[in-house]
């Protein structure tokens, strides 16, 4: 779907973020990915799996950085052929590869692997979602693989949020406190070895600056201020974030294979 057919009304927020130029939409910023991927440790030669590969470009940014090989699946068909245009572009056909799927279906893959990426895809789901795609996860990995992952943290008032969640941003968003979501892991059989919280900053000035730049994020906010119908939303999204900034935010997790 192009910007120009976008229903911004009914839209999914992460894509009115992304028709107001907006391309890091992870709740903890470029930050705490950095600090995900220290956890990590990857070597060459080493493989990962990322859910959710989108356009590709987070896939050919860890294969460019660490010389790993990265399989992304992605469901959208439009979005595997324009990743795959990505990854040609690149010159990273040899490392990086598309495959459309759905993460719901992990059991289709054959491949083992030695990471499997997760970001700001979980929160998306129930809580049955969550513990279908984190058995899948547990599956695809290699004895010792490790399972990294960040997402939206709600401390306190779990349902509360998740409600006023779903209005404004028109996903069945299902942020977990941090002891929920490391017992989600546990549950899936993936032992919890490092963790981090922090505020989520989505659209606050300064996590902006840092994950966007500035010449993007001038560019995001004239979009936000001259399109009314950008505007509206994200002003909506914004002031729920604001409403519930004492407990909402971020978790970054790194856990292995059990």
């Not at 695809?140 to 779903?166: D, M, T, V, W, Y």
């Not at 299902?174 to 989600?184: G, K, Q, V, Y």
Request: aromatic content about 6%.
């Amino acid at each position: 779907m192009t910007h120009a057919t976008l229903n911004y009304e009914t839209a999914p927020g992460h894509e009115v973020l992304a028709a107001a130029g907006k391309k890091y939409l992870r709740p903890g910023g470029r930050l705490a990915t950095k600090q995900l991927f220290q956890w990590a440790n990857f070597q060459p030669e080493e493989t990962v799996l990322e859910l959710a590969a989108s356009f590709g470009l987070s896939a050919i940014a860890i294969a460019q950085r660490y010389g790993v090989r990265v399989v992304g699946i992605e469901k959208n068909p439009d979005s595997v052929v324009r990743a795959r245009a990505n990854v040609a572009a690149s010159g990273l056909s040899d490392r990086v590869e598309i495959i459309e799927g759905d993460i719901f279906h992990l059991d289709r893959l054959t491949e083992k692997f030695d990471y499997v990426l997760a970001e700001a895809i979980l929160t998306m789901q129930s809580p049955p979602g969550k513990a279908k795609i984190l058995a899948g996860i547990r599956d695809r990995l290699k004895p010792g693989g490790k399972f990294l992952s960040h997402e939206l943290l709600a401390q306190n008032r779990e349902e509360e949020i998740h409600r006023a969640l779903a209005q404004a941003i028109r996903v069945n968003s299902t942020p977990l406190s941090e002891s929920n979501w490391i017992a989600a892991c546990e549950a899936a059989g993936l032992t919890v070895q490092q963790h981090q919280t922090g505020e989520m900053g989505l659209l606050k000035p300064q996590q902006m600056l840092a994950d966007e730049g500035i010449f993007n994020t001038i560019h995001i906010w004239w979009n936000v201020l001259t399109r009314s119908q950008i505007r509206q939303r994200v002003l909506t999204m914004r002031q729920v974030f604001q409403k519930y900034r004492q407990d909402l935010g971020y978790i970054i997790v790194s856990a292995v294979r059990s």
